[in-house]
């Protein structure tokens, strides 16, 4: 079969099934149309939202069963500790307070006051509960996973459970969402360029910073960039939801 008899097949076949469900074929369409957000680039963040959540489950099964990825998080952990130095240490240990609770509290209070500056209520509104969110989901799968953390390889002592890393999942919630709210604004290829990779970069040396510390291991930081991302979607979607009802109050 030849592409044109094969598009002619395909055109024929989609015919059919459009004169014989029109409703069903008509909700497809709207959820593939590229021209609004509710069409393609929602069912598109909706796909990725379900794969997190299943790829984030799996690394707790692993964790729990005590399956290959505990014992990379242990190899890992241990050549990071090997080649530990005192000035990398010191920071790392400076990088790591971008994801620590005093910083994030510090970043979303200057935010929202810039927010409420330019009158964008709503968007503050949606930091502060994207961020309420991540943190209290993160306090359930540490109450239920009991991971111990790594106390022996630690550079400065650390509380509480391992899984998921809160400072890995803050870090990408705060500062992803912020750099998404500037790369909207941003009228330029460079500027947004520069603020995407300014926040992924950031966000990546906060995640490393935690296993180079020796205060939590590789798939914890993992499991937290994981949970950040949910999030992360989840105000994404807000965001361009109030946009479309609210046309006035946007970025």
């Not at 241990?78 to 400076?94: A, D, E, I, V």
């Not at 990088?95 to 935010?111: A, D, K, N, P, Q």
């Not at 890393?165 to 360029?193: E, K, M, N, P, Q």
């Not at 930081?221 to 949970?227: A, D, I, K, N, Q």
């Amino acid at each position: 079969m030849t592409v044109d008899q094969l598009t002619t097949f395909l055109h024929r076949r989609f015919g059919q099934l459009a004169g014989g469900y029109p409703e069903a074929t008509r909700w497809l369409a709207r959820r593939l149309t590229t021209d609004q957000f509710n069409g393609l680039p929602l069912t598109g963040l909706i796909g990725l939202l379900l794969l997190t959540g299943m790829i984030l489950s799996e690394v707790a099964e692993n964790i729990v069963n005590a399956e290959p990825m505990v014992q990379v998080d242990a190899q890992f952990t241990h050549w990071l500790f090997q080649g530990r130095t005192s000035k990398l240490s010191q920071l790392f240990y400076g990088i790591t307070w971008f994801g620590s609770f005093y910083m994030t509290i510090g970043v979303t209070l200057i935010g929202s006051g810039v927010l409420l500056w330019y009158r964008q209520r709503r968007h503050a509104v949606i930091l502060w509960l994207m961020l309420g969110g991540v943190s209290l989901l993160v306090q359930i799968c540490k109450r239920t996973l009991h991971r111990p953390r790594p106390h022996r390889v630690a550079y400065y002592p650390e509380t509480g459970f391992s899984f998921p890393s809160g400072h890995s999942a803050t870090a990408l919630i705060l500062y992803g969402l912020l750099a998404y709210w500037l790369i909207r604004r941003f009228r330029t290829t460079t500027g947004r360029v520069m603020v995407g990779a300014g926040a992924v970069s950031l966000i990546l040396a906060v995640g490393f910073s935690r296993i180079y510390l020796g205060v939590h291991f590789l798939s914890d930081v993992l499991g937290g960039y994981l949970l950040g991302i949910g999030w992360l979607i989840v105000g994404i979607v807000l965001t361009e939801w109030q946009r479309t009802r609210y046309p006035s109050d946007t970025l």
